[in-house]
C-alpha cells in the first residue's frame, strides 16, 4: 500500500495517526505509527495500517500535484449545478440566488475532504441551528458513499456552541485543535447560526489566516461586522431574504449543493425553531424541532453527563431509536407545559402606547435539576401563548442571571427594533453589556455582572416604550 501522507495528527503518548491517499486510487486511508512523517512524504505500509515502512519514504512532489489535481476534479464533479427547490416559492428563489455562493463553500469543503484536511463545524445549540448541523452530517454520509474516493471517516471535529458569537477563547479553542495537525491544505471552520454581532471580531480576526472559513448564518447583518470581510460569507440578507430564511435552512441548502439526501425534516425544524413565517407545524419536522430544542438545552438528558458536547452522531443516535425519540419528545412537551403555565401567573405588565410589555422574572421558575427550557428559548414559546391568550400585540422580556431575552409579537417589526435598542445601551453602558444582539423583533443581552439586570431591565422597557410612543426611523 503506497500513497501520500496529507494529513497528521498527534496524539500526545507518541503514536501519531496519518491519513494517506493511495497511489492507485486517490482513496484516503487512515494509519497510525510511531513513526515521525512529513505531509506530502510518499511512504508504504501494510494494508491494514499497522506498520509503516521506512524504505518508500520520500518528498514526492509529482504525487502531490496528482492528488492537488484529483481533489479539484473531485470538487467539480461532487457539485449539482441545479439550485435546490424546497416548494416554498420565497425561499427557492432566495436559494437560487445564493446557489453560485453555496457551490463555491461546497467545492471548498470536497477539496478539503478529498486531502483529509481538519474540518470544525462549529452550529448554534438550538434547534435552528442543530437541525443544520444534522442535515449536514447526514448529507456528507451520502457523499461518501457515492464518490469512493471520499469513503472514509472524515477527520471533522464538531462542535456544538452555546452562544451567537464567536469570540477570542473560540478561536483559541479552534486554533489549539487546528495546530495539533499537519496537512497539506489548510484547515476549514464552517460556522452554522452564530449571528452578526460586533463581539465576534476578534475571533475572526484570530482565525482568518490559520483557516478558510464558510459561515452561514441569517442574523440581521450589524455594521461593522468582521464576518463580511471572509471570502464565505453566506446571508440571506445579501440575496433579497431575511431572517425568515433560518440558519438550519441554510445550512441544509449548503448541504443540498453535493447532495441529495432529504432534509426535509430538518427544514421544517429549523423554521419552526427560529419561528420563521416559513414554518409548517403540520409538516415532519415539528417534534424534531421540540427533540432538538429540549437536547441541546441539556446534554444531561441526551447524553448522561451535563456540559457535554452534542454532535450530530448523538443526534443521529436518538432520533434512530424510536422509543427514547418518543420518550424525550414527551418529557418535552409536559415540561413546557408545566413551565408556561407557571410563568402565565407570574408575568408583570408594562403598558406601552397601545402595547402590553411584559417582564418575568425566570429564576423563580427554572428547576435547577433540568435546564430545559432555556430562557431565552422558552420566552419565544411563552410570547407565542400570550399573544394567543390576549389576541394583541405583545412583548417580553425575560430574565434569568446574567441572561435577558427580548421577544416582540412580529406584527410590531415596524414599530420595534430590539438589536437598535441593544446597541443604545451597548453605547450608554459599556463594559456592563458582556454581548448583546439578535433579530429585529427577537433579541438577547448578556450582561458583564448579575447586579446590573434590574437597572438594565428598566431600561429596556423605557427604550421600548419610546420606540413604540415615536416611531422607528428607517
Given at each position: ?16 495517526r ?87 463553500c ?11 484536511a ?21 448529507s ?6 457515492r ?25 483559541g ?16 471552520l464552517?460556522?452554522?447560526?452564530f ?54 435552512f ?11 439526501t432529504?432534509?426535509?425534516e ?33 446534554t ?11 454532535t ?67 420566552s ?40 437598535r ?12 453589556i ?18 446590573d439586570?434590574s ?9 421600548i416604550?419610546e ?8
Amino acid at each position: 500500500m503506497i500513497g501520500i501522507v496529507v494529513c497528521s495528527k498527534s496524539s500526545g503518548n507518541g503514536e501519531s495517526r496519518y491519513y494517506v491517499a493511495l497511489e492507485h486510487s486517490m482513496k484516503i486511508v487512515e494509519v497510525r505509527s510511531t513513526l515521525g512523517f512529513e505531509p506530502g512524504e510518499r511512504i508504504a505500509a501494510e494494508g491494514d495500517g499497522s506498520f509503516i515502512s521506512t524504505a518508500d519514504i520520500r518528498p514526492d512532489p509529482a504525487g502531490l500535484e496528482k492528488l492537488r489535481k484529483n481533489a479539484e476534479e473531485l470538487s467539480g464533479k461532487a457539485i449539482y449545478k441545479e439550485s435546490y427547490r424546497s416548494g416554498i416559492g420565497e425561499i427557492d428563489a432566495v436559494t437560487e440566488r445564493m446557489w453560485k455562493g453555496l457551490s463555491e463553500c461546497a467545492s471548498l469543503l470536497v477539496r478539503k475532504l478529498a486531502c483529509a484536511a481538519p474540518i470544525i463545524v462549529r452550529f448554534h445549540n438550538d434547534a435552528d441551528g442543530s437541525s443544520g448541523a444534522y442535515g449536514l452530517y447526514k448529507s456528507l454520509e451520502s457523499l461518501s458513499a457515492r464518490i469512493s474516493a471520499l469513503d472514509y471517516e472524515y477527520n471533522i471535529t464538531w462542535i456544538m456552541h452555546p452562544s451567537v458569537s464567536y469570540g477570542s477563547y473560540e478561536a483559541g479553542s479552534d486554533l489549539m485543535i487546528a495546530n495539533s495537525y499537519s496537512s497539506i491544505e489548510k484547515p476549514l471552520l464552517l460556522v452554522i447560526d452564530f449571528g452578526t454581532s460586533l463581539e465576534s471580531n476578534p475571533g475572526i480576526a484570530a482565525v482568518r489566516d490559520k483557516f478558510d472559513v464558510i459561515w452561514l448564518d441569517h442574523h440581521p447583518i450589524v455594521e461593522g461586522f468582521g464576518g463580511l470581510g471572509l471570502e464565505h460569507y453566506i446571508s440571506p440578507w445579501l440575496h433579497g431574504g431575511d431572517s425568515n430564511y433560518t440558519a438550519g435552512f441554510l445550512a441544509c441548502a449548503f448541504a443540498k449543493t453535493f447532495s441529495q439526501t432529504d432534509t426535509r425534516e430538518m427544514e421544517n425544524a429549523s423554521l419552526i425553531g427560529d419561528y420563521s413565517d416559513f414554518g409548517n407545524a403540520d409538516e415532519p419536522g415539528a417534534e424534531l424541532s421540540m427533540l432538538l430544542d429540549l437536547v441541546t438545552s441539556d446534554t444531561r438528558i441526551a447524553l448522561g453527563q451535563p456540559g457535554a458536547n452534542l454532535t450530530p452522531y448523538e443526534i443521529d443516535r436518538i432520533i434512530g431509536d424510536a422509543a427514547r425519540r418518543e420518550e424525550l419528545t414527551r418529557y418535552a412537551s409536559l415540561r413546557l407545559s408545566e413551565v408556561t403555565a407557571l410563568a402565565l401567573t407570574l408575568l408583570k405588565q408594562h403598558n406601552g402606547d397601545g402595547v402590553r410589555i411584559y417582564t418575568l422574572d425566570f429564576e423563580g421558575i427554572r428547576d435547577e435539576q433540568s435546564k430545559y427550557p432555556l430562557p431565552g428559548r422558552f420566552s419565544s414559546k411563552l410570547l407565542g401563548k400570550i399573544v394567543e391568550l390576549e389576541s394583541r400585540p405583545s412583548i417580553l422580556i425575560v430574565y434569568s442571571g446574567r441572561y435577558i431575552s427580548m421577544r416582540a409579537s412580529k406584527d410590531l417589526k415596524d414599530r420595534i427594533d430590539l438589536v437598535r435598542l441593544i446597541d443604545v445601551i451597548k453605547g450608554r453602558h459599556g463594559a456592563v453589556i458582556e454581548a448583546g444582539g439578535g433579530h429585529r423583533v427577537a433579541a438577547g443581552i448578556k450582561l458583564s455582572d448579575k447586579a446590573d439586570r434590574s437597572r438594565i431591565v428598566r431600561e429596556i422597557v423605557e427604550g421600548i416604550k419610546e420606540q413604540l410612543s415615536q416611531g422607528l426611523r428607517a
